[in-house]
């Protein structure tokens, strides 16, 4: 009760950004994750103070049905399970969340993401792996830190919690969005003016949670480009006028990756596309992933270059990024937040 109460009582603040289009949203992917290792608390933390509007969480479960907040289903890529647990990988390799208890997680050390075949940083100027002491956080942990940041600061930042591979969760005996769902409206996540919103890049899923499991508040399919999605779909079915008008039966919004919004290899070549314009004519917010500093798209010469062409050309409702303080910066510069 005190949890609702407390957004009722700010969530005027978040109003504006959950509207289309007050302003662009930053939305920081797994926290401020170009600075400190992603999806840590202390990640979350830093994107909090430096402006974001959002802060993502991806969300897989454990072997008890506690959903914990990691990128991957697995988890040898940002925490030392093959030196703690060597014997609990499956034949394939990877160390699945969801074979461990949640006090089995907690066992482990979080850290910067690694290559799992030659155990180096695949960002290698971001925060050393295996230094200071990090963990992987639960949901819940994570929604209190936050709802705690948002009374301490009086600015509310909201969340962006991604439903990961339901149906593969579901194929191994879990139902991962029937237990995440009831958890975010108990913190008072429940409707379209909760600061609150739910992403997924299974179109079934995302019809089953807006229909089946009857969830009220701000729904986004995410898209990936020239590879199928967990559930066999094709993300260039919806691109088109026809696809995102069918997308918007269910959804509130539409995630891509930055080259549907921006195709070419340099600047020189660079050109926006219609994706923006015809995902607004079926009144869908648009919030394409991933900007990074330190691995820039293409079509851009530098992170200014990069805000000019998405915000100014491009017209986007937001974007994920891992530096969320830079296009807070470039934005309140400009008189637009």
Not at 19 to 36: C, D, F, K, M, T
Not at 104 to 112: P, S, Y
């Amino acid at each position: 009760m005190m949890k609702t109460s407390l957004f009722v009582l700010l969530g005027i603040l978040a109003l504006p950004a959950l509207a289309q289009p007050a302003r662009p949203v930053v939305i920081a992917h797994r926290g401020a994750s170009g600075y400190l290792p992603e999806h840590t608390l202390e990640s979350k933390v830093l994107a909090h103070a430096m402006g974001a509007d959002f802060l993502e969480q991806d969300v897989a479960l454990t072997k008890d049905d506690v959903p914990i907040v990691i990128h991957d289903i697995y988890i040898e890529t940002i925490s030392d399970v093959a030196q703690r647990f060597p014997e609990r990988k499956r034949a394939n390799g990877h160390y699945y969340a969801l074979d461990f208890t949640l006090a089995e997680i907690k066992q482990l050390r979080a850290q910067e993401r690694v290559n799992p075949r030659t155990g180096q940083p695949v960002y290698p100027n971001r925060f050393p792996p295996g230094k200071s002491s990090f963990q992987i956080a639960t949901l819940e942990e994570e929604l209190q830190l936050i709802q705690g940041l948002n009374k301490t600061s009086r600015r509310v930042v909201g969340i962006y919690p991604e439903i990961k591979q339901p149906a593969w969760h579901r194929k191994e005996g879990h139902d991962i969005s029937r237990i995440v769902l009831p958890i975010l409206r108990r913190y008072g996540y429940a409707t379209k003016q909760d600061p609150c919103w739910v992403q997924c890049f299974e179109l079934d899923e995302v019809k089953r949670i807006r229909t089946e499991l009857g969830w009220e508040g701000r729904l986004l399919l995410l898209l990936a480009m020239n590879r199928k999605h967990p559930d066999g779909t094709s993300a260039e079915a919806w691109f088109t006028p026809a696809g995102m008008m069918e997308v918007a039966k269910v959804a509130d919004g539409i995630g891509p990756e930055l080259g549907a919004i921006v195709s070419g290899s340099s600047k020189a070549t660079r050109k926006v596309t219609d994706f923006v314009k015809h995902a607004h004519a079926a009144k869908l917010i648009v919030h394409p992933y991933t900007l990074r500093a330190d691995d820039l798209p293409k079509f851009a010469e530098s992170m200014d270059d990069a805000l000019e062409v998405l915000f100014a050309e491009a017209g986007l409702d937001g974007f994920f990024t891992d530096f969320p303080d830079l296009p807070v910066k470039w934005l309140t510069a400009r008189g637009l937040r």
